[in-house]
């Protein structure tokens, strides 16, 4: 009862936090919510066919044919996680050293 609670209020906040516009910390906490159920269930996956990847400090990443890039240690995508500028330097090291291969997510 009480964690249902908590998750209630949890919600309530990230929404809260949205309509005010912090999109980062509510995508943030929301990729950290889906890391806890990819733990819990690891069960769930998806195949990303035709991926470049990377390894950069010990996370692997890879970017799908629509140009979306996934940190594939924790399986979520990270548009909307990181700073654009972040985002850019990992596009560019992912199109320059990526490795062209099938990823499971």
């Given at each position: 009862?009480?964690?249902?609670?908590?998750t209630?209020?949890?919600?309530?906040?990230n929404?809260?936090?949205?309509?005010?516009?912090?999109?980062?910390?509510?995508?943030?906490?929301?990729?950290?919510?889906a890391e806890?159920?990819?733990?819990?269930?690891?069960?769930?996956?998806?195949?990303?066919?035709?991926?470049?990847?990377?390894?950069?400090?010990?996370?692997?990443?890879?970017?799908?044919?629509?140009?979306?890039?996934?940190?594939?240690?924790?399986?979520?995508?990270?548009?909307?996680?990181?700073?654009?500028?972040?985002?850019?330097?990992?596009?560019?090291?992912?199109?320059?050293?990526?490795?062209?291969?099938?990823?499971?997510?």
């Amino acid at each position: 009862m009480v964690k249902v609670f908590l998750t209630g209020i949890r919600d309530l906040v990230n929404f809260a936090l949205d309509i005010t516009g912090f999109d980062l910390a509510v995508d943030k906490d929301r990729n950290y919510q889906a890391e806890e159920q990819l733990a819990k269930d690891s069960s769930y996956y998806t195949t990303i066919t035709d991926a470049k990847t990377i390894t950069k400090d010990g996370v692997e990443y890879a970017k799908d044919s629509k140009g979306n890039i996934y940190n594939v240690s924790a399986g979520y995508n990270v548009s909307g996680v990181i700073t654009g500028l972040e985002l850019k330097s990992l596009d560019e090291e992912i199109e320059s050293k990526g490795v062209k291969r099938t990823t499971i997510l």
